[in-house]
């Protein structure tokens, strides 16, 4: 396949998310000015910046926290003017922050889970725990973690924690 080829082919997957001309000012700065960019299904971004680039306001718009000022947001075909956190999540808009964000006297699957726990029937509404174990173990081998749901936060090394920060993003 030579690159025009390769061009041709890339072109007609459409874009899962993409945003035109996204702007956001506060009072005295201009943190996103007419920012555009493209992901397409399966793509991971990473954003690279010096602090002050807008990276984090980014970040916020797509999760729904803040609203922009203009701009478009297109979502799987649907164009916004802004998301909601409901919208961003229920899209598939994931992050891995920087920051760790985990509960550490939680194990791993509750961690994944956190707030989103498959229920037992019932007037209890307990968390099934072992619908939890099963939805998470394929989360944990896509990752190549070694442990198992089971296994407290605390007990895991930095990299095992980014792991389960990951396997979250993917849930």
Do not use: C, W
Not at 37 to 57: C, H, Q
Not at 96 to 107: A, I, M, P, S, T
């Amino acid at each position: 396949m030579n690159y025009s080829d390769t061009s041709i082919a890339a072109s007609v997957t459409a874009p899962f998310l993409s945003l035109e001309n996204v702007r956001k000012t506060y009072p005295g700065v201009v943190a996103l000015d007419g920012f555009s960019m493209e992901v397409r299904p399966g793509e991971v971004i990473g954003l690279v910046g010096e602090n002050g680039a807008g990276k984090s306001t980014l970040m916020k718009i797509l999760g729904g926290v803040t609203r922009p000022d203009s701009g478009t947001i297109t979502v799987d075909g649907t164009a916004h003017d802004r998301l909601s956190v409901e919208a961003s999540l229920g899209s598939g808009i994931a992050f891995v922050h920087q920051e760790l964000n985990l509960f550490e006297n939680l194990d791993v699957a509750a961690n994944i889970f956190f707030g989103r726990e498959p229920l037992r029937a019932g007037p209890l509404k307990l968390v099934d725990r072992a619908k939890l174990r099963t939805m998470v173990a394929p989360l944990l081998k896509r990752v190549g973690a070694n442990f198992s749901a089971d296994t407290p936060v605390a007990t895991l090394s930095l990299a095992q924690q980014q792991m389960v920060e990951i396997a979250k993003a993917l849930s």
